[in-house]
C-alpha cells in the first residue's frame, strides 16, 4: 500500500539554525498538509498546500515557516530560524482531494531544537 | 470553532475483549466528516475509520465500529474482540465539510493499552 515518507526521522538543530523537513507525499494525491505535535499535546494544524500554493494555514505558521514542493515527488517545510518551542514531531499528509478523502500521515520528523 | 474533546487520556482493555473509546465534538456546521486515526509506538498514524455526518449509518470497518450520535455531537469508537496490535494512541479528528478548510482538529489521544 502507497505510504507518506518523512526524512529524517531524527532530527537535532542548535537554535537560530534554519531546518528542512522532507516528504514524499503519496504519487496520486493532490492535497499536502504539514501537523505538529508537541510533546503531550494535540496533534496541530499548520499548513496546507495545493496546486503549487498554500491553500490554508493556521497561525502558528508564521513567517519562520515555508512549504515547498521543489519538485514532482517532494514536499518540504522549512523553519528559517528555529527556537526552541519548535521542538515537536511534524507530521506531512497527502490526500487525493478535499471531498471526505481520509489525508494519510507519514511516520513523523521528530524535531529537537537545542 | 470546532473543538474535539476525548475525555479518556488512557483506558486498558483485556485481549478479546470490548472497548470503547469516547470522543465528543463542538460545531454550528451540519456537514462535516468524523475520523478515528491509530497511532502505535512507530508512530505513523493510520486511518481506522471515517464517517460522513450526512450518513445515519454508523461506519463499520472490521472490529472497529463507531456509534455517531449527531444530536448529541458524540462519535465513539468500538474495538471488538480486541488485539494486542490495537495497542496504540487513538487521535479522534473533525473535518469540515463546508470545502473551505480542509484541516483535521485532532482531540488530545487516548492510550489504549491491550493486556494480555
Known amino acids: 500500500e502507497p505510504e507518506v515518507t518523512q526524512t529524517p526521522s531524527h532530527q537535532v538543530t542548535q537554535m537560530g539554525q534554519e531546518v528542512i523537513l522532507r516528504c514524499v507525499p503519496i504519487?496520486?494525491?493532490?492535497?499536502f498538509y504539514w501537523y505538529r505535535q508537541i510533546l503531550g499535546q494535540k496533534v496541530e494544524f499548520l499548513v496546507s498546500?495545493?496546486?503549487?500554493?498554500?491553500?490554508?494555514k493556521s497561525e502558528i505558521f508564521d513567517d519562520q515557516f515555508s512549504v515547498e514542493r521543489p519538485d514532482g515527488s517532494n514536499f518540504t517545510l522549512k523553519i528559517r530560524s528555529t527556537k526552541l518551542e519548535d521542538s515537536a514531531m511534524y507530521f506531512c499528509a497527502s490526500s487525493e482531494g478535499t471531498m471526505g478523502q481520509p489525508q494519510h500521515f507519514g511516520d513523523g520528523t521528530r524535531l529537537s531544537i537545542l | 470553532a470546532q473543538t474535539v474533546t476525548q475525555s479518556q487520556p488512557e483506558m486498558s482493555v483485556q485481549e478479546a475483549e470490548t472497548v470503547t473509546l469516547s470522543c465528543t465534538y463542538d460545531?454550528?456546521?451540519?456537514?462535516?466528516?468524523l475520523f478515528w486515526y491509530k497511532q502505535p509506538p512507530s508512530r505513523q498514524m493510520i486511518l481506522v475509520i471515517r464517517?460522513?455526518?450526512?450518513?445515519?449509518q454508523n461506519a463499520t470497518e472490521n472490529r472497529f465500529s463507531v456509534n455517531f450520535q449527531k444530536a448529541a455531537k458524540s462519535f465513539s469508537l468500538k474495538i471488538s474482540d480486541s488485539q494486542l496490535g490495537d495497542a496504540a494512541m487513538y487521535f479522534c479528528?473533525?473535518?469540515?465539510?463546508?470545502?473551505?478548510?480542509?484541516?483535521?482538529?485532532f482531540g488530545t489521544g487516548t492510550l489504549l493499552a491491550v493486556q494480555p
Open positions: 464517517q460522513e455526518a450526512y450518513k445515519q
Open positions: 479528528a473533525y473535518r469540515s465539510g463546508l470545502g473551505a478548510t480542509n484541516k483535521l482538529i
Open positions: 498546500f495545493y496546486n503549487n500554493e498554500i491553500s490554508e
Open positions: 460545531t454550528s456546521e451540519s456537514d462535516y466528516y
Open positions: 504519487s496520486n494525491h493532490l492535497y
